[in-house]
């Protein structure tokens, strides 16, 4: 990366878990395809957990878009987030492209947070970085050659 660059010429956001009252149970981002980056990170938020409430989350990988054969991705999981300590936390989760089944076809991901016991607030997102193609685009610049998520309005 040049000196002059900004962080957001090789990291874009892929997908999202906008921030939500998340009742026991999960949410995911879509699929999104490893193609255009060599790395990834995925951000958990947590707002206030409710009573006794448990956060879990994992990056799972799948070989195409509509989740076909979906698995987790071995050791990318976060140590779970309790009640007790975990309102208002951040965890994340870093992987590579390499780290997929490749041999076996797997060439898309997506983060998946589960909530245990009680509806808590949560939100997650999963970014690539180490773009094949720089600088990244959002969407309003010029979608013929966006590599991040539609929902971004804009990079300043």
Do not use: H
């Not at 987030?81 to 951040?90: E, F, H, L, P, Y």
């Amino acid at each position: 990366m040049q000196m002059n660059n900004a962080i957001s010429d090789g990291l874009a956001l892929l997908g999202s878990v906008d921030p939500v009252s998340q009742g026991a149970g999960a949410v995911t981002t879509g699929w999104v395809s490893v193609q255009n980056f060599l790395s990834f990170m995925a951000l958990v938020s947590t707002g206030v957990l409710g009573a006794s409430a448990t956060v879990d989350a994992k990056i799972q990988q799948a070989s195409d878009s509509s989740g076909t054969g979906a698995k987790d991705l071995s050791g990318k999981a976060i140590t779970q987030i309790v009640k007790a300590s975990g309102d208002n936390k951040q965890a994340m989760i870093n992987f590579r492209a390499q780290d997929l089944d490749t041999a076996n076809g797997f060439g898309y991901v997506r983060l998946s947070i589960t909530v245990g016991t009680a509806a808590s607030l949560v939100a997650g997102y999963l970014y690539g970085g180490n773009a094949r193609y720089e600088p990244v685009k959002d969407a309003s610049a010029n979608p013929a050659i966006n590599l991040g998520a539609a929902s971004v309005v804009q990079i300043v």
